[in-house]
């Protein structure tokens, strides 16, 4: 079950030491698009390894300082030396088995949502029952609140720090008071619900919905599941790295 093509979408075939994988970059997400096939072009992504694996959840690739990277060592900083603007284009790209989604910074240094300039994750998830999809449902909309909030904090910041130096706690309380009615009225507005194709494909094939509306999806796999699957069993050690590297060998833009 994978999203019905559309016009602006590319073929890559990605060569690996665990076999071949085909993904589909969507064509309305461009700028993460067209950044892909730059460093496939340029051959960036050649000999860098899947640093990163986490059995029912995703495995990550992308970080240049891996190609030669020693045994043990930390990996999943690198870069080409700049972020994307990201696209979340939610709910049509969702976190599916197979969903190709670039990794960026967390919230807290990066509110922006802004994706990492070459590191990318490929889902593999699980499948839930529908009590759990309710309960991940439910996550989704703290998490949402909390991110308006936090957005908003950020915005009065100045406001806050001027009242926490004149310890005026009365204006604080009156303040966040203020902040939360506002989360509450956005939150409202755009309600965080699972569609009904979210809640079939999640509840047959599997994926990881709590990342939904978070990380920008940009394309997914079309052939060579089976691979994702096997990388996502190997054994893991320190920083959730695979103990035997798994490396992409080359990428091609299937023409």
């Known amino acids: 079950m994978t999203t019905p093509s559309a016009e602006g979408d590319v073929?890559?075939?990605?060569?690996?030491?665990?076999?071949?994988?085909?993904?589909?970059?969507?064509?309305d997400t461009p700028k993460h698009r067209d950044n892909f096939l730059k460093l496939v072009n340029e051959g960036y992504y050649n000999g860098v390894l899947f640093?990163?694996?986490?059995?029912?959840?995703?495995?990550?690739?992308?970080d240049p300082d891996s190609k030669n990277?020693?045994?043990?060592?930390?990996?999943?900083?690198?870069?080409?030396?700049?972020?994307?603007?990201?696209?979340?284009?939610?709910?049509?790209?969702?976190?599916?088995?197979?969903?190709?989604?670039?990794?960026?910074?967390?919230?807290?240094?990066?509110?922006?949502?802004?994706?990492?300039?070459?590191?990318?994750?490929?889902?593999?998830?699980?499948?839930?029952?529908d009590g759990q999809l309710k309960q991940m449902e439910n996550q989704m909309k703290m998490m949402q609140q909390q991110g308006i909030f936090n957005r908003l904090a950020a915005e009065n910041r100045s406001k806050i720090m001027e009242m926490r130096r004149n310890n005026d706690q009365a204006g604080i309380q009156k303040l966040?008071?203020?902040?939360?009615?506002?989360?509450?009225?956005?939150?409202?507005?755009?309600?965080?619900?699972?569609?009904?194709e979210q809640r079939k494909v999640y509840g047959t094939v599997g994926g990881t919905p709590h990342l939904d509306g978070q990380y920008t999806v940009f394309g997914e796999v079309t052939k060579g599941l089976d691979v994702v699957d096997k990388i996502q069993q190997m054994p893991t050690g320190a920083?959730?790295?695979?103990?035997?590297?798994?490396?992409?060998l080359k990428m091609t833009v299937v023409k």
């Open 176 to 196: 966040q008071e203020e902040l939360i009615a506002v989360t509450e009225k956005e939150a409202a507005a755009n309600p965080v619900t699972l569609t009904p």
């Open 239 to 248: 920083a959730d790295r695979p103990l035997e590297d798994v490396r992409i």
């Open 51 to 62: 640093h990163r694996v986490i059995n029912e959840f995703m495995i990550q690739t992308g």
């Open 69 to 129: 990277a020693s045994a043990g060592q930390s990996l999943g900083t690198g870069g080409p030396g700049y972020t994307i603007e990201s696209e979340i284009v939610y709910p049509r790209h969702f976190h599916r088995k197979g969903a190709l989604a670039a990794a960026r910074q967390a919230d807290q240094v990066n509110p922006e949502r802004r994706s990492s300039g070459s590191q990318f994750y490929i889902v593999t998830g699980k499948a839930y029952n």
């Open 11 to 27: 073929l890559v075939d990605i060569s690996t030491t665990a076999g071949d994988i085909q993904v589909r970059l969507f064509g």
